[in-house]
C-alpha cells in the first residue's frame, strides 16, 4: 500500500479520513488468505456458523450509532437515515443465520436408484460495494455468502469506506476464521481488476452503474465467475386517477429525492393519468418543499448533499437551458456538494431528464390518457430495476404490475428492499437476485448425486 486516499465529508468539504490504497500484491494476497479461511469455514458445525452470523449482527447491533455517524459524514446520509439502515444490516445478518441449516436439496425420483441435490459453496466470493448505501449493500451479498459456506473479500467505494472498514474491523475481532471477511480498499483498476480476474474468486458481487458492470463483466469471462449485477435504474412511479391521490403524492417525493436522489430505485419518471396531472404537480411540489435540507447529522433533515462535487456537477448537466424545471426547496449556502430538488413537468419523451439515470434530485412528472400508454411509458427504457403502480383497482394493480418489465414492482407502496424478499433487475439493471431465500442460489452451485440400488 502507497497512496492515501482522502475521505471527504460532502456536507463540508472537509477531509474526515485518509485511508490506504492497496496495490496489486496485496489484493492478490488478500484472495489466497480467503481461500484458506474458507475452507476453514466449511469445515465448522451448522450450529457455529449460524451462531457466527448472529455474532455479527451482534456487534453490529452494539455499534449503530458509530456505524450510522460514519455513513452520515462519508456519504452525507441523514442520520436518522444511517441510523435504520445500520439497523438492517444487522436485521440481514440475523435473517441469514437462520437459513444456514435451511439450504436444502431435493431428491428425484429415478429408474433404478436414488437421486438427490446439494448446494455446495463456490469458494471466494468478493463483493465490489456501491458508495451510495456502503454497508447495507455490502451486507446483502456478505450475509448469504457465508451462509451458504463462502468466505467474502469486500471492496468498498473510494468515495465512502469508512463504515465497511469499521465493519471489517469489528468482524475480525470476533471469534471466527481469520481472514473469513476481509476489506480491502483501492481503485477500482487496480483491486477491483484482481477480483474480477483472479481465478481463485469464484463469485463477483458488484452494485454500480451500467458501464461498469459491463466491464466487470468483460473482466469475469476470462475466468467464467459467478456474477450478480445490481446495476443502474430509471424507475416509474405511475399513478392512476382512481389512486387515494392524497397518499400517492405524500409517498412520492421521498421515492425520488431519499438520500438526495442517489438511489438506482430512485422512481424519477413519475407517470400521473392526466384527469389527476395538476392536483398531483401541486401536492408534489408542496410537499418536497416542506422537506428540510441540511446538516445531515441533524435529526431533522431529510435530505443531505451530495455524495461529491464531481458528482454534483454531473446532475447539474441534466438542467440545461432548455430545460422548465421548478425548484422545489432551498439548498444550504456555504461549503457542501448540496443541490436542491427540481421538479419537471411533461418533459419532452426523448430528453435526457426522461432517459437517463439522473441520480441526483430531479423528478420527470409526465402525464398519460390510458392503462396501456402508462405500461409502454414505463417499458420505455433500457432499465427494469424497480417501480411503483397507485391504484385503488386490484385488478389494474395485477395486469399492470405483470406488465411492467421490473424486477420490483410495489402496489400502493415506494418501499423496494426487504430482507426477506429477492431483489434484482430486468433488462440493463441487471441479473441474479440479492435478499431472500432466492440469494442462497447465487451463492451456491447445484450438485447432482445419483447412488444405484441395482443388485
Request: charged share 20%; glycine share 10%.
Amino acid at each position: 500500500m502507497n497512496d492515501l486516499n482522502r475521505v471527504i465529508n460532502p456536507a463540508t468539504e472537509e477531509v474526515i479520513a485518509e485511508i490506504p490504497m492497496a496495490d496489486t500484491a496485496v489484493a492478490e494476497a488478500a484472495v489466497e488468505k480467503s481461500v484458506i479461511a474458507q475452507r476453514e469455514w466449511i469445515r465448522m458445525s451448522l450450529s457455529a456458523r449460524r451462531d457466527a452470523l448472529r455474532a455479527i449482527a451482534g456487534t453490529v447491533r452494539d455499534h449503530v450509532e458509530e456505524l450510522a455517524l460514519l455513513e452520515c459524514r462519508d456519504v452525507g446520509k441523514p442520520i436518522a437515515e444511517a441510523r435504520g439502515e445500520i439497523g438492517g444490516v444487522a436485521e440481514c445478518f440475523e435473517y441469514y443465520a437462520g437459513v444456514v441449516d435451511k439450504i436444502l436439496g431435493d431428491t428425484i425420483p429415478v429408474e433404478g436408484g436414488v437421486d438427490m441435490t446439494f448446494r455446495e459453496p463456490l469458494g471466494v466470493v468478493a463483493v465490489i460495494a456501491p458508495w451510495n448505501f456502503p454497508l447495507p449493500i455490502a451486507s446483502w451479498n456478505i450475509a448469504p455468502a457465508l451462509a451458504a459456506g463462502n468466505s467474502v473479500v469486500v471492496k468498498p467505494a473510494e468515495l465512502t469506506p469508512l463504515s465497511t472498514i469499521r465493519f471489517g474491523e469489528l468482524v475480525a475481532a470476533l471469534d471466527l476464521p481469520e481472514n473469513l471477511v476481509q476489506v480491502v480498499t483501492g481503485p477500482g483498476r487496480v483491486v477491483g481488476a484482481v477480483l474480477t480476474s483472479h481465478p481463485s474468486v469464484a463469485k463477483i458481487s458488484f452494485t454500480g452503474s451500467t458501464e461498469t458492470g459491463q466491464a466487470v463483466m468483460r473482466s469475469a469471462a476470462g475466468t467464467m465467475k459467478r456474477l450478480t449485477l445490481e446495476l443502474g435504474g430509471k424507475s416509474a412511479n405511475i399513478v392512476f386517477a382512481d389512486a387515494d391521490l392524497s397518499r400517492a403524492i405524500k409517498a412520492a417525493p421521498g421515492s425520488v429525492f431519499g438520500n438526495t436522489g442517489q438511489d438506482c430505485c430512485a422512481r424519477s419518471r413519475i407517470l400521473v393519468e392526466r384527469k389527476v396531472l395538476d392536483d398531483f404537480v401541486a401536492g408534489f411540489i408542496e410537499q418536497t418543499q416542506a422537506m428540510t435540507i441540511g446538516d445531515p447529522e441533524s435529526e431533522s433533515t431529510h435530505l443531505g448533499p451530495l455524495v461529491s462535487a464531481a458528482h454534483r456537477e454531473t446532475v447539474s448537466s441534466f438542467l440545461t437551458d432548455d430545460v422548465d424545471a421548478v425548484l422545489a426547496g432551498n439548498a444550504p449556502d456555504g461549503p457542501g456538494f448540496w443541490m436542491a430538488p427540481r421538479v419537471v413537468v411533461a418533459p419532452d419523451p426523448g430528453s435526457r431528464i426522461v432517459r437517463d439515470e439522473i441520480f441526483g434530485p430531479i423528478a420527470a412528472i409526465i402525464p398519460f390518457d390510458s392503462e396501456e400508454e402508462a405500461v409502454r411509458m414505463a417499458n420505455d427504457t433500457i432499465y427494469g430495476l424497480s417501480g411503483s403502480i397507485w391504484t385503488s383497482d386490484v385488478g389494474r394493480a395485477l395486469r399492470v404490475a405483470r406488465a411492467v418489465e421490473t424486477g420490483t414492482v410495489s402496489v400502493n407502496s415506494n418501499s423496494s428492499v426487504r430482507i426477506q424478499t429477492p431483489f434484482g433487475g430486468f433488462k440493463q439493471s441487471g441479473f441474479g437476485r440479492e435478499l431472500g431465500l432466492a440469494a442462497i442460489e447465487g451463492y451456491t452451485e447445484l450438485k447432482n448425486v445419483f447412488i444405484s440400488t441395482a443388485e
